[in-house]
């Protein structure tokens, strides 16, 4: 029998599904009394509301709850370990599993008082932007008992729904150093339904004590994942008995199965923007399990949380004050400052991570925008306070100067018949980078003792909530004129060198450059893509180009001589790093080491790290490549150090 519960104008109903109908038990009649009474009481009571229904209502014109809407109890199960393995990969532990996860059928307890039906909205965790899914289904209780055996575990359970364990991942990432199981990164909501299913209808799907029933999720009728819930690596019978030890089962408690593999996000989470994303409010996730039916369910947004200050921690250590040693030629403060002919530069002191700079030139009745900034209340204000220019000499086009989320991440905030553009290579990276949903884990994510706090320092002042990608509208390869009301703007790409392709913005009749993240002035440059050759002869590009006055990607505005400043410190790198390699030190060995000279003075002088192993993988083209979160590790730990 399918069995539901559903609403209607006398409060919630109980009934049994024959067809398109429901036949209703009495008003005030609940499901989690019904199936105390076991196997035979429950199929007594199905019969007669078949034979005697209450009322008959078409399944199509309910509105479903789940079967049992407050249940006892409810646990979780991680009866399939591939799951914890896929999840253990992706988050960089690889995939063994400790000895323990063979010994014990683990659980936790999830929250009753958030049961969803199949069909309900359902609401972000307060707080969380990396809100998943996970596809499993449930066994549920009957007469219960207490230390059973697997086998009485198995007859305990009378019958079998749909599960959705909603998870706020970057909650469970912030809370799990605690070590004391799951809190506020599970207990946001949990989806039961459509139907509970009595065990005897289930019965031709039984294999090895494990039901065989094909399961699919999507979103936004997109497939996510699929698979069989007979992959279990632990039955419900034995996941049941280890539960009912010195315990007494109630009835209606419910035991979820755990995520069948592939069947959530986290599974094929990628810090990169290749990565679908974490649920956002308006995407509609359907769970489909052969038997069981089909949830189907629309994300809904949630309040900020209520704000709990933090407690001083005595063993903290005090910040650094970070002040940048350059000399500027114009107050290097933030704000809009004109630096030529109808020619602007918006500057983010003090020019380390994410404080950018951007620029602005205007033409007759036109307008072009350098880069916007790492997110949007930093974008928005720039673009207010270059509404007195914009206003009368409106945006035409924004160039893009490379792929880094700290000169596009804005883009949203541009007007559409704003014509981004980019060098084709940084269009093409953009997909590959950090996404901002990753970034904005920073902000509560536990990475270990070294990493959690250098990215906090770093990354901790920005708000990457909300943004969405916007990729170029118009691409070149290596060099492009445009016409902005009358005025020359030549772009040009010099890459790769800091990223993939990295593009300068020229202004002639101004003696102004623009040179992006191929100059950082008074903080450390950082070859994420090289080769290094290829920045130096960046940087004499650059000053072929003679340009008195040169904003740089980060850092004060400066001229020829900020130029040459970080073509010396490339070539320092080189000289430094080879004698290294000469002397078969590793990368890492000759980062410890390394003499920074004056350099050192320099912002952010932990990307030494990164140069020497990008020189590394020059002269030594085999060397194993390391991930961008493993070279982010490094670079704290020599920081730390220091």
């Not at 912030?174 to 799951?182: T, W």
């Not at 623009?514 to 590009?541: K, M, S």
């Not at 000289?575 to 050192?600: C, I, M, N």
């Not at 030594?620 to 991930?627: E, F, I, K, T, V």
Request: one cysteine or more; aromatic letters at 8%; hydrophobic letters at 45%.
């Amino acid at each position: 029998m399918k069995w539901v519960t559903y609403r209607s104008g006398r409060g919630d109903r109980v009934g049994v599904v024959a067809g398109d109908a429901v036949h209703a038990l009495a008003p005030g009649t609940e499901l989690v009394e019904l199936v105390g009474r076991g196997a035979e009481g429950l199929r007594a009571a199905g019969e007669q509301a078949l034979r005697a229904p209450d009322e008959v209502v078409a399944l199509a014109d309910v509105t479903l709850r789940a079967p049992i809407p407050r249940p006892p109890a409810i646990r979780d199960c991680l009866c399939f370990l591939d799951h914890m393995r896929n999840c253990q990969e992706v988050m960089g532990a690889g995939r063994t599993l400790k000895d323990t996860w063979y010994e014990i059928p683990a659980f936790y307890f999830a929250c009753p008082s958030t049961v969803l039906g199949p069909h309900e909205p359902v609401p972000t965790a307060p707080g969380s932007v990396w809100w998943d899914f996970e596809l499993e289904i449930a066994a549920v209780i009957g007469a219960g008992g207490r230390d059973l055996t697997p086998a009485e575990a198995e007859q305990a359970i009378i019958g079998y729904t749909i599960y959705n364990d909603w998870s706020a991942r970057d909650l469970q990432l912030r809370e799990s150093p605690l070590a004391i199981g799951q809190a506020k990164g599970k207990d946001g909501a949990t989806t039961l339904g459509p139907y509970l299913v009595t065990a005897d209808e289930l019965a031709p799907y039984r294999r090895d004590g494990r039901l065989a029933l094909e399961v699919e999720a999507t979103v936004n009728g997109e497939r996510i994942g699929g698979g069989r819930t007979d992959a279990m690596d632990w039955t419900f019978g034995e996941v049941i008995s280890y539960a009912s030890r010195g315990v007494e089962l109630l009835p209606g408690e419910v035991f979820g199965s755990g995520t069948v593999p592939g069947c959530c996000l986290i599974e094929h989470f990628s810090p990169t923007a290749a990565f679908r994303g974490w649920l956002k409010p308006g995407d509609v996730v359907s769970l489909r399990v052969r038997e069981l039916g089909e949830t189907r369910q629309t994300v809904t947004a949630t309040p900020a949380p209520h704000p709990i200050p933090a407690r001083r921690d005595p063993d903290a250590a005090p910040r650094r004050r970070r002040v940048n040693p350059a000399r500027s030629a114009v107050p290097y403060t933030k704000g809009l400052h004109e630096i030529g002919p109808d020619v602007w530069a918006w500057l983010l002191p003090d020019g380390g991570y994410g404080w950018s700079n951007a620029g602005l030139v205007a033409g007759a009745g036109a307008a072009l925008l350098v880069d916007t900034l790492f997110d949007l209340p930093l974008t928005g204000e720039m673009l207010a306070a270059m509404k007195p220019v914009t206003d009368r000499h409106p945006l035409t086009h924004a160039v893009l100067t490379h792929a880094n989320g700290d000169h596009t991440h804005g883009n949203q905030l541009l007007d559409d018949s704003v014509r981004v553009v980019a060098a084709a290579g940084t269009a093409e990276q953009m997909h590959t980078e950090i996404a901002p949903d990753m970034l904005a884990a920073v902000r509560i994510a536990d990475l270990g003792p070294v990493l959690t706090p250098f990215l906090r320092d770093r990354f901790g002042p920005f708000d990457f909530d909300g943004i969405t990608l916007r990729m170029p509208d118009v691409t070149f390869d290596r060099d492009l004129t445009l016409d902005i009301g009358g005025r020359e703007v030549r772009v040009l790409n010099l890459g790769p060198a800091h990223t993939s392709a990295d593009s300068v913005v020229h202004v002639p009749d101004a003696g102004v450059l623009f040179a992006g993240d191929l100059l950082f002035v008074g903080c450390t440059p950082i070859v994420w893509d090289g080769p290094i050759a290829n920045w130096v002869a960046a940087c004499d590009t650059m000053l072929a180009l003679d340009a008195p006055t040169v904003v740089p990607g980060h850092g004060p505005v400066t001229d020829a001589d900020g130029i040459r400043a970080v073509r010396g410190y490339l070539t320092h790198v080189v000289e430094q790093a080879d004698a290294a390699h000469a002397k078969g030190l590793s990368f890492r060995e000759a980062a410890a080491t390394v003499d920074l000279a004056e350099y050192g003075a320099w912002l952010d002088a932990e990307r030494i790290v990164v140069n020497v192993y990008q020189r590394y993988r020059e002269l030594d083209p085999g060397m194993a490549p390391l991930a961008q979160t493993e070279l982010l590790a490094l670079m704290a730990e020599w920081d730390a150090a220091r």
